[in-house]
């Protein structure tokens, strides 16, 4: 059949051969003298099981390229239905890095961008538009958002660029946070009826039917752990959500509510956000991986670079432009002109040094030391221009025992484990 197609087609004299469809490669036949007529019955023997197996070794090369074809086109056809392209698809598997959260089935990009991005109050929406467009189109497939962000403005924001792009839902992780939700009382906190509440107010402002992952954002001490984790689990058996994860817990809370869970036969948390850079590592280095080993729970980690603390910008002070002169941001300043402050601004200072020395840039390197965590799943970026995200997407491929030596001999503060401590 196949060999018949080739006969049909173009090149010489209009016809393709076989080996031009499929690349394979054929010896040429022997040729008989014509004045030969007569040859010995060994000789014809033997150049008869040549020609043989000659032709067993090509039809199986033509097998085995017609179930290739046949494959790709399958595959093709199956993309295109979808409204995809084989090429996109192997340009979108080599862009990003994917890990799953914790020890969840849940696959999300490494680098997530986070609520910055989405504040609509304070940069422009057709910038959150450029920015979303940018990391999607790189392979960032997490974006979080929470009910407290510009009053809910931000998850407005997030959900009408979503509707105008028409990305396909199944393709990215939307996630957001509940805690802070209005001015009555019955409007924050993590009650069974906030929670429910507050998760249908944003289900509605970000236009969608589900979440992939709700997070209390935060402890609520006036709310039974029981009655929260129900209520978690509520939303997830409703459709509401696929996952649920905590937002500034400790370790000792996130724990009660996994063993909650186990008691009653509820679902468990499958993730932590926390703050981790160079001067916040405890919790992510020590805590939570105790909590990834026993109980599965990854970390989000969000402030890679410290409030921009990392980038260099307030070495010389602190600019007009920052965040540190904004209006709500008093405690920053604070923390930038304290003594504190200052040695930190110092070693940041080597730590630019180090990331020259590397060839990348003092982000970069902040970012890839914090993806280096164990448990870590996903880092959430914070940026307010392109220029920013394009710079955090061209993270160091890997961070080498001898860097993160390096790094942690010239912060001085790398904590001990309780193994450790107790050596």
Excluded at 68 to 79: A, G, I, P, S, T
Excluded at 278 to 289: A, G, I, S, T
Excluded at 315 to 324: L, M
Excluded at 345 to 371: F, S
Aim: proline share 2%; net charge positive; aromatic share 8%.
């Amino acid at each position: 059949m196949f060999a018949s197609r080739g006969a049909t087609g173009g090149g010489k004299g209009g016809k393709y051969s076989v080996e031009d469809l499929y690349g394979i490669s054929k010896k040429p036949k022997a040729s008989s003298s014509s004045g030969s007529i007569v040859a010995k019955s060994g000789a014809r023997s033997s150049k008869t099981s040549e020609q043989r197996t000659e032709s067993e070794a090509l039809a199986s090369q033509i097998l085995e390229a017609a179930h290739r074809l046949v494959e790709r086109r399958r595959l093709e056809l199956y993309l295109r239905e979808c409204g995809l392209s084989l090429a996109e698809c192997e340009a979108e598997r080599s862009a990003m890095t994917y890990r799953n959260l914790g020890k969840s089935g849940l696959r999300v990009s490494c680098l997530g961008l986070g609520e910055l991005v989405l504040k609509a109050g304070e940069i422009f929406i057709s910038m959150a538009e450029n920015l979303m467009t940018i990391a999607y189109e790189n392979g960032v497939n997490l974006f979080d958002t929470a009910e407290v962000y510009a009053s809910g403005r931000a998850e407005i924001t997030l959900g009408n660029i979503i509707k105008k792009k028409g990305w396909r839902r199944s393709s990215f992780v939307i996630t957001t946070k509940i805690y802070w939700g209005g001015q009555a009382e019955t409007e924050r906190g993590l009650s069974r009826k906030h929670i429910i509440e507050g998760l249908r107010g944003s289900l509605s402002r970000l236009q969608l039917d589900y979440v992939d992952i709700v997070f209390a954002n935060r402890n609520d001490v006036n709310s039974p752990m029981e009655e929260i984790v129900r209520a978690m689990t509520f939303v997830i058996n409703q459709g509401m959500a696929m996952y649920w994860g905590t937002s500034r817990w400790s370790a000792m809370e996130i724990m009660e509510a996994y063993s909650v869970a186990r008691q009653f036969n509820l679902i468990p948390p499958v993730c932590e956000q926390a703050e981790y850079h160079y001067f916040q590592r405890d919790k992510v280095e020590v805590q939570l991986p105790e909590l990834y080993h026993k109980i599965g729970v990854g970390a989000m980690t969000w402030s890679p670079l410290a409030c921009g603390l990392i980038t260099g910008k307030y070495s010389d002070g602190v600019p007009e432009c920052s965040r540190a002169a904004m209006k709500g941001y008093q405690w920053l300043k604070e923390r930038v002109n304290s003594e504190e402050g200052r040695r930190q601004l110092a070693k940041i200072k080597e730590l630019h040094l180090l990331a020259d020395r590397l060839g990348c840039t003092a982000a970069q390197l902040a970012i890839a030391w914090c993806l280096r965590s164990e448990g870590v799943s996903s880092v959430l970026l914070g940026v307010s221009n392109t220029d920013q995200l394009l710079e955090n997407l061209g993270i160091l491929s890997q961070m080498t025992p001898q860097t993160i030596t390096e790094i942690d001999a010239l912060l001085g503060n790398k904590p001990h484990s309780k193994k450790e401590s107790r050596a």
